[in-house]
């Protein structure tokens, strides 16, 4: 029966993440890009400007809200977690150095899906029974388009649900319970008799952290994703940045691998990955799965922003993916290719080979470190997750629903501590898929309320300011 299960998944996977998907996301990506006139490179300095002057203003959100800065960092909290470290590592070893390239052309049409995503959420959301704002692809799709169109939101919400309970929780859990026991036995501290008996106790240590924070509401989730995002992301970066610097004279040598593995990758890793398809398609793929344009869930924290500004929250979107991948996946692929560590090409890899490329420059020492900031990556993934699967389970039965769901949320992080997870990763990963059709055609049909919203932003404000 599983066996069966495991079949069809990987044949539902394959096609998902497979060339047509991926076809269907850039060509969006493209489609909006040209219908705002390449909004994403023609306005990206004013973008930095507005997003980073909103996040130094210190003010406080109305109740039922968050702060723009608040927003931004609860959806960086689901969106920069274990791919970024995990997923850039598996695409270089799969895809060579030049699936990096594709990985930059991804974000760069990526910036354009995930501003239109949050602009239309922030125009189309509403105010549920408990006051607090909500929207997202859902509620764009419902109050967006014609009524004909409803059951895509639903399906949109049930694939959320569905892909929550594995991508934004029992997988990160278990990415934790992995970082915190390899640190520990490289120190000798545990035991291979003892890490299941540790592994319970983190799993229901994090089931109670979980479920405080997601019941105390959309202002507690925003009080600790502005806390925790910024910590996280700023070990990451100068751990990773002072590896670049150690191995400077080492960078020409790798961006140049970048560029022509991206149209020759034989060339780079002796023929091990020979297809130009493969390496596009590693870099892709995991450059959509670690920044999640297209998927539009991104943009369901977007909507709980406390602004009368559509587009203003917009460039969000830009900045988020700039972030996510321009910034923190191209960091992890210099640690790893800076760094000289051997990469074996046509092979899968993981977190170790990031891990790796930091302790072959630091030393054993940074595993602890590294350790740490694996498990801010995935528990700030849990959190924005559980924010997104608590709207999805709304949308579908009501507020009633959300606290039964958020404590049965909870309790799966017991289960990712504590069981093998391969299967449910890639159902997981299959629903995660799914949740990009009806999301993309969605956009792709409102891409004209975009237009003129940015139109009429430019016209206005975004004149002066």
Known sequence: ???????????????IWGVPAMICIIGVG?????????????????AMKVTIGRMLKKREASDGALTPFQAVCTALAATVGTGNVAGVAGAIAIGGPGAVFWMWISAILGMCTKFSEVTLAVHFRETNANGELVGGPMYYIKNGLKKHWLWLAYLFSAFGVLTVFGTGNAT????????IDSALYNFNLLSEESAPTLNLVIGIVLAALIALILIGGIKRIGQVT?????????????????????????IPAVFGSVFEGAFNPAAVTGGAVGSFFMSMKKGVSRGIFSNEAGLGTGSIAHACADTRKPVKQGFFGIFEVFVDTIVICTLTALVILCSGVPVGYGEAA????????????????????????????AFSTII?????GTRCIEFLFGTRANKPFMILYALVAIVGATMNLGL?????????????IPNLIAVFLLSGVVVKLVKEYFEGEGKTK
């Open 30 to 46: 493209m489609f909006l890009s040209v219908r705002t006139r390449f909004l994403q490179i023609r306005k990206f300095p004013y």
């Open 350 to 377: 993981g977190a170790e080979l990031t891990i790796s490329g930091f302790t072959s420059v630091y030393g054993g020492w940074v595993s602890i470190f590294t350790a740490v900031s694996m498990c801010c990556f």
């Open 424 to 436: 449910m990763w890639n159902i997981a990963e299959t629903f995660n898929g799914l949740m990009v």
């Open 1 to 15: 029966m599983l066996q069966t299960i495991e079949q069809i998944n990987n044949v539902v996977n394959n096609f």
């Open 172 to 179: 990160q859990v278990n990415t934790i319970t992995t970082a």
């Open 226 to 250: 502005e806390k925790l995002v910024p910590f996280m992301a700023i070990i990451y970066i100068l751990l990773a940045i002072g590896v670049v610097l150690i191995n400077f004279r080492s």
């Open 384 to 388: 924005g997750w559980g924010l997104y």
